[in-house]
């Protein structure tokens, strides 16, 4: 089955920096790479997504590039600000006629300092 | 909230019991599924259910039991076979085929007394 690695773990930043989150999957046939953001305590929202024929998306400070070739992508988040703390999942999943099942990793915590 | 409403946000349990969380959702969500939460492990599948009646395990079902007869809810139940059933339980549904984001419930905490 798929296998999504993620890095950092952790990831502290100053406010109005970037931040860059990788990952990497193992399944070539993957083809839909949603990112969840998770608030302390609260659930996973999705905050961007990308599918395998696009290699790049961009939504205000939010951008998410995708290497088909070496199987990484990466969430990049611009102008840090201090509501940007919170735990980011990237997922990947493979469209099939029964549905799709998605793989999360393990999660990187950002704190970004004010 | 959001469409997806899971019950209770917070549960306790006794050693030997089964327990039943609930998740309900109004979005008309063909697929729903079950996750498990630990710090520093992510999300793990549980069970996962794509139509009415039938339902398939996740990558950690042992010690867990689900139906699916109606389209709007996905019960889980923690049975006393679950010998670490501590952990952050969060239920999503999303559109059956296609490329589309889960929609979570907002959780539910588990924990043995």
């Known amino acids: 089955g798929e296998n999504v690695e993620q890095h950092p773990s952790t990831l502290s930043v100053q406010e109005g920096d970037s931040a860059v989150i990788k990952c990497t999957y193992s399944?070539?046939?993957?083809?839909?790479f949603p990112w969840y953001k998770q608030e302390l305590g609260k659930r996973p929202q999705l905050i961007i997504d990308i599918r395998s024929n696009v290699g790049e998306k961009k939504d205000q400070r939010i951008a998410v590039t995708l290497n088909k070739t070496a199987k990484h992508f990466s969430l990049h988040i611009t102008e840090t600000q201090p509501e940007d703390s919170a735990v980011y999942f990237c997922?990947?999943?493979?469209?099939?006629?029964?549905?799709?099942?998605?793989?999360f990793g393990t999660g990187t915590s950002l704190t970004v300092i004010p | 909230d959001g469409g997806i409403t899971q019950s209770p946000k917070y549960l306790f349990r006794k050693e030997g019991q089964n327990v039943t969380l609930s998740c309900e959702q109004n979005l008309n969500h063909d697929a729903m599924y079950w996750y498990r939460q630990d710090p520093g492990q992510g999300l793990r599948l549980i069970y996962y259910s794509q139509i009415v009646n039938d339902f398939q395990k996740g990558d950690i079902a042992e010690g867990y039991s689900v139906s699916r007869e109606k389209k709007e809810s996905f019960p889980l139940t923690v049975t006393s076979a679950q010998k670490n059933p501590t952990a952050f339980y969060l239920c999503?549904?999303?559109?059956?085929?296609?490329?589309?984001?889960?929609?979570f419930g907002s959780g539910t905490r588990l924990t043995v007394v």
């Open positions: 997922a990947a999943s493979t469209s099939q006629n029964t549905g799709n099942q998605f793989y």
């Open positions: 999503a549904s999303s559109p059956q085929g296609g490329d589309y984001g889960y929609t």
């Open positions: 399944d070539s046939a993957s083809n839909y």
